[in-house]
C-alpha cells in the first residue's frame, strides 16, 4: 500500500477532538465491524450572533485504520464553527484534500467522515422535527468556494 | 529509538556469519559456476558444497536441489512445472491455508482447466486427514500443503500427509519457508517429493530459494535459457547467495528455537491479561505451532491502527486485518480457521527472531497494551 502523508499520520498519531459529547445535539453513526470501520461523530449545534445554527462543537469515536481515524480528526477540524449548510457541504475530496491526499485504496472504504458528519447533522435536524437536508452527488470542493 | 523487530516471519534480518561467507565469497567464488576455468571452477566447487550441505539437512536422498529465487519462484515451479511436465492428470488438492504464491499459482492453472480441491482446517489449522485421502483421486497430479503456516504457525503432520499422497498414487508437495530449520524434516521419511524452502526466512539473503525435486518426477523448467541447475532452472547461478543460504541453515539449532519458543510464550502469556483477546491457532505447547509464532486478536481494535501505533514505539509486527492489505480483503488464513471478518481486523501477528530479548518482550507487551487501551477508548462501542 501506498504511504500515508504526514498530516495523516499527524492526525492519526494525535486525533483533534476525539470523544463522546453528552447530550449531543445529533450524532452521526456510519461504517460497520464488518468492513472494519465505526465512526459516530457528535455535534453540538448552537446560534451565532446572526442568528445561523452553527457547529458548536463536534467530536468523534472511531474504530478503524490510520485513515479512518485521521479523516475523523480532520473533519471535527473542518465542521467546527461552520454553519451546518457549509458544513453539511463537506466532501470526502475535501476531507482528503486537508491531509494531503490518502493512498487511493483508502479513499472510499475510509474516508467515512464526511458522511458521519451529515448523518449527524440531519440526526439533529429530524430531532427538531425538521427536513433533513438532501444527500447531493459529490463534485468539487466546498472549500474552494 | 531502538527497534524491535518482531516480524521474522516476514523475513530476517542477514546473520553476520552469513554476510561474512557471502562477502568471502564474492571474493574468491565470484566466477560463474558454467566456466571451465579457475574462477568458474572455484564457485563451481562451492556451488556444490552449498547444495549438498542444504540437501542433508532434509535428508534428501533421491532428490535433486534446484537453487531457485526464493519461495514465491519454487511453489511456482513445483506446481506449473509438475503441471506442463504431465499431460494426463487434471486435478490438485490443497488447502484454505496455503501462501498467496501457491493459491494463485492454482488459481492460474484452473483457467487452464485444472481442477482444484481446497481442504478445509479446523480451528487450529490443521487439515483432516480422511479429508485428505477422500479428495486424492486417480486424477489427482498433486497434493500440495503448507508445513508451517506463515501467518498461524500451524505445523501440518508431514508424514501422515505423505503417507497418504502415496498410498493414493499422488505426488506429494510442501511449502516449507517458515519451518526449515526450525521443525525436522526428512524427505524420505515423511515422502516429500517436492519442497520449497528458501533464505530469508532464516537469517539468510533475499532472493535465494531452493525447490528439492524427486528423482524421475519429469518437472518441466519455467526458465529456459543455458540450462543450468540440471537444464531445470537456467539462469547464471547465484553462488554468493547460495553460499549465504547453506550458511543461514546452521543459524538455527536448537538453543535458538528453545529461546524463541520461550520468548513467543511469554509474550503470549502477557498478552492474553486483555479482555477480549485470545491466541488464534494451536496452543503455543501443543508441538503443533511454529516456535516462534504468535497470532492474537484484540477485539475493539483495528490491526493496521495497531501496528502503526506499535511502530511509532519502535515495534515492527504485522496484521491480517484487510486494512492493510492491498485488496482489501482480510486474511484468507484467519477466515479459514472461522474467524469472522470483524474479529480478523483486530488480528496481530508477532514473530520472534533469535536475537530478541525477554526485556523486549516485556516492553513489547507494555505497549501492546496500552496501544489497545488507547484505540478501544476511540471504538464507539463493542459489537
Same mark, same amino acid.
Not at chain 2, 502477557?270 to 483477546?277: A, H, P, T, V
Not at chain 2, 496501544?371 to 471504538?379: A, D, G, N, V, Y
Given at each position: 500500500? /501506498?504511504?500515508?502523508?504526514?498530516?495523516?499520520?499527524?492526525?492519526?498519531?494525535?486525533?483533534?477532538?476525539? #470523544?463522546?459529547?453528552?447530550?449531543?445535539?445529533?450524532?452521526?453513526?456510519?461504517?460497520?465491524?464488518?468492513?472494519?470501520?465505526?465512526?459516530? %461523530?457528535?455535534?453540538?449545534?448552537?446560534?451565532?450572533?446572526?442568528?445561523?445554527?452553527?457547529?458548536?462543537?463536534?467530536?468523534?469515536?472511531?474504530?478503524?485504520?490510520?485513515?479512518?481515524?485521521?479523516?475523523?480528526?480532520?473533519?471535527?477540524?473542518?465542521?467546527?464553527?461552520?454553519?451546518?449548510?457549509?458544513?453539511?457541504?463537506?466532501?470526502?475530496?475535501?476531507?482528503?484534500?486537508?491531509?494531503?491526499?490518502?493512498?487511493?485504496?483508502?479513499?472510499?472504504?475510509?474516508?467515512?467522515?464526511?458522511?458521519?458528519?451529515?448523518?449527524?447533522?440531519?440526526?439533529?435536524?429530524?430531532?427538531?422535527?425538521?427536513?433533513?437536508?438532501?444527500?447531493?452527488?459529490?463534485?468539487?470542493?466546498?472549500?474552494?468556494? | 529509538?531502538?527497534?524491535?523487530?518482531?516480524?521474522?516471519?516476514?523475513?530476517?534480518?542477514?546473520?553476520?556469519?552469513?554476510?561474512?561467507?557471502?562477502?568471502?565469497?564474492?571474493?574468491?567464488?565470484?566466477?560463474?559456476?558454467?566456466?571451465?576455468?579457475?574462477?568458474?571452477?572455484?564457485?563451481?566447487?562451492?556451488?556444490?558444497?552449498?547444495?549438498?550441505?542444504?540437501?542433508?539437512?532434509?535428508?534428501?536422498?533421491?532428490?535433486?536441489?534446484?537453487?531457485?529465487?526464493?519461495?514465491?519462484?519454487?511453489?511456482?515451479?513445483?506446481?506449473?512445472?509438475?503441471?506442463?511436465?504431465?499431460?494426463?492428470?487434471?486435478?490438485?488438492?490443497?488447502?484454505?491455508?496455503?501462501?498467496?504464491?501457491?493459491?494463485?499459482?492454482?488459481?492460474?492453472?484452473?483457467?487452464?482447466?485444472?481442477?482444484?480441491?481446497?481442504?478445509?482446517?479446523?480451528?487450529?489449522?490443521?487439515?483432516?486427514?480422511?479429508?485428505?485421502?477422500?479428495?486424492? $483421486?486417480?486424477?489427482?497430479?498433486?497434493?500440495?500443503?503448507?508445513?508451517?503456516?506463515?501467518?498461524?504457525?500451524?505445523?501440518?503432520?508431514?508424514?501422515?500427509?505423505?503417507?497418504?499422497?502415496?498410498?493414493?498414487?499422488?505426488?506429494?508437495? $510442501?511449502?516449507?519457508?517458515?519451518?526449515?530449520?526450525?521443525?525436522?524434516?526428512?524427505?524420505?521419511?515423511?515422502? %516429500?517429493?517436492?519442497?520449497?524452502?528458501?533464505?530469508?526466512?532464516?537469517? #539468510?539473503?533475499?532472493?535465494?530459494?531452493? &525447490?528439492?525435486?524427486?528423482?524421475?518426477?519429469?518437472?518441466?523448467?519455467?526458465?529456459?535459457?543455458?540450462?543450468?541447475?540440471?537444464?531445470?532452472?537456467?539462469?547464471?547461478?547465484?553462488?554468493?547467495?547460495?553460499?549465504?543460504?547453506?550458511?543461514? $541453515?546452521?543459524?538455527?539449532?536448537?538453543?535458538?528455537?528453545?529461546?524463541?519458543?520461550?520468548?513467543?510464550?511469554?509474550?503470549?502469556?502477557?498478552?492474553?491479561? %486483555?479482555?477480549?483477546?485470545?491466541?488464534?491457532?494451536?496452543?503455543?505447547?501443543?508441538?503443533?505451532?511454529?516456535?516462534?509464532?504468535?497470532?492474537?486478536?484484540?477485539?475493539?481494535?483495528?490491526?493496521?491502527?495497531?501496528?502503526?501505533? &506499535?511502530?511509532?514505539? #519502535?515495534?515492527?509486527?504485522?496484521?491480517?486485518?484487510?486494512?492493510?492489505?492491498?485488496?482489501?480483503?482480510?486474511?484468507?488464513?484467519?477466515?479459514? %480457521?472461522?474467524?469472522? +471478518? /470483524? +474479529?480478523?481486523?483486530?488480528?496481530?501477528?508477532?514473530?520472534?527472531?533469535?536475537?530478541?530479548?525477554?526485556?523486549?518482550?516485556?516492553?513489547?507487551?507494555?505497549?501492546?497494551?496500552?496501544?489497545?487501551?488507547?484505540?478501544? +477508548?476511540?471504538?464507539?462501542?463493542?459489537?
Amino acid at each position: 500500500m /501506498e504511504n500515508y502523508s504526514k498530516k495523516v499520520m499527524e492526525n492519526f498519531m494525535k486525533p483533534k477532538n476525539m #470523544g463522546e459529547i453528552k447530550d449531543a445535539s445529533g450524532v452521526g453513526k456510519v461504517g460497520n465491524p464488518v468492513c472494519g470501520d465505526i465512526m459516530w %461523530i457528535y455535534i453540538m449545534v448552537s446560534k451565532d450572533k446572526s442568528g445561523n445554527e452553527i457547529v458548536k462543537d463536534i467530536k468523534f469515536k472511531t474504530l478503524g485504520c490510520a485513515a479512518a481515524i485521521a479523516t475523523s480528526s480532520m473533519i471535527t477540524e473542518l465542521a467546527k464553527g461552520k454553519t451546518l449548510a457549509d458544513a453539511y457541504k463537506i466532501t470526502k475530496a475535501d476531507v482528503a484534500k486537508a491531509l494531503d491526499g490518502l493512498p487511493p485504496i483508502k479513499m472510499h472504504c475510509s474516508n467515512l467522515a464526511s458522511d458521519g458528519l451529515k448523518a449527524a447533522i440531519n440526526d439533529y435536524l429530524v430531532k427538531q422535527g425538521r427536513k433533513p437536508m438532501e444527500h447531493t452527488k459529490e463534485a468539487g470542493s466546498s472549500l474552494r468556494s | 529509538m531502538r527497534t524491535i523487530y518482531l516480524d521474522n516471519a516476514a523475513t530476517t534480518k542477514l546473520h553476520p556469519l552469513v554476510r561474512k561467507a557471502m562477502s568471502e565469497c564474492e571474493e574468491d567464488g565470484f566466477g560463474n559456476s558454467s566456466s571451465l576455468h579457475s574462477a568458474g571452477r572455484k564457485a563451481k566447487e562451492k556451488l556444490d558444497l552449498a547444495r549438498e550441505t542444504i540437501s542433508k539437512k532434509v535428508f534428501a536422498k533421491n532428490h535433486k536441489l534446484i537453487f531457485t529465487s526464493g519461495g514465491t519462484e519454487s511453489n511456482n515451479f513445483a506446481i506449473k512445472g509438475l503441471a506442463l511436465g504431465s499431460r494426463e492428470k487434471k486435478h490438485i488438492v490443497t488447502t484454505k491455508i496455503e501462501h498467496d504464491c501457491v493459491l494463485n499459482t492454482l488459481g492460474f492453472l484452473e483457467k487452464y482447466g485444472y481442477k482444484v480441491t481446497y481442504l478445509d482446517v479446523d480451528k487450529e489449522g490443521l487439515v483432516n486427514l480422511e479429508a485428505l485421502e477422500n479428495a486424492i $483421486t486417480k486424477d489427482t497430479l498433486l497434493v500440495s500443503v503448507i508445513h508451517g503456516n506463515n501467518e498461524i504457525g500451524t505445523i501440518q503432520n508431514l508424514k501422515e500427509i505423505g503417507r497418504i499422497v502415496h498410498e493414493k498414487g499422488s505426488v506429494f508437495h $510442501t511449502d516449507a519457508c517458515q519451518s526449515f530449520t526450525k521443525q525436522p524434516i526428512d524427505m524420505e521419511k515423511d515422502n %516429500i517429493d517436492l519442497l520449497t524452502i528458501n533464505a530469508h526466512k532464516i537469517y #539468510g539473503p533475499k532472493g535465494v530459494g531452493a &525447490l528439492l525435486v524427486k528423482e524421475g518426477l519429469g518437472l518441466e523448467p519455467l526458465l529456459h535459457g543455458g540450462g543450468h541447475e540440471y537444464g531445470l532452472r537456467s539462469g547464471t547461478v547465484n553462488v554468493p547467495g547460495i553460499v549465504g543460504f547453506s550458511k543461514a $541453515t546452521e543459524i538455527i539449532g536448537e538453543r535458538e528455537i528453545e529461546h524463541m519458543a520461550s520468548l513467543r510464550n511469554q509474550l503470549v502469556k502477557g498478552l492474553k491479561d %486483555i479482555d477480549d483477546c485470545w491466541l488464534n491457532g494451536p496452543e503455543v505447547d501443543s508441538g503443533k505451532r511454529l516456535c516462534n509464532n504468535a497470532n492474537l486478536t484484540f477485539m475493539y481494535a483495528e490491526g493496521e491502527a495497531i501496528v502503526l501505533y &506499535l511502530d511509532a514505539l #519502535g515495534i515492527c509486527v504485522s496484521t491480517g486485518s484487510a486494512c492493510s492489505s492491498n485488496t482489501l480483503k482480510p486474511s484468507h488464513v484467519l477466515k479459514a %480457521i472461522g474467524l469472522k +471478518q /470483524e +474479529q480478523s481486523h483486530g488480528t496481530i501477528r508477532f514473530s520472534i527472531g533469535i536475537d530478541n530479548t525477554t526485556e523486549e518482550i516485556k516492553y513489547t507487551i507494555d505497549c501492546v497494551k496500552g496501544t489497545i487501551e488507547k484505540l478501544r +477508548q476511540m471504538c464507539p462501542y463493542k459489537y
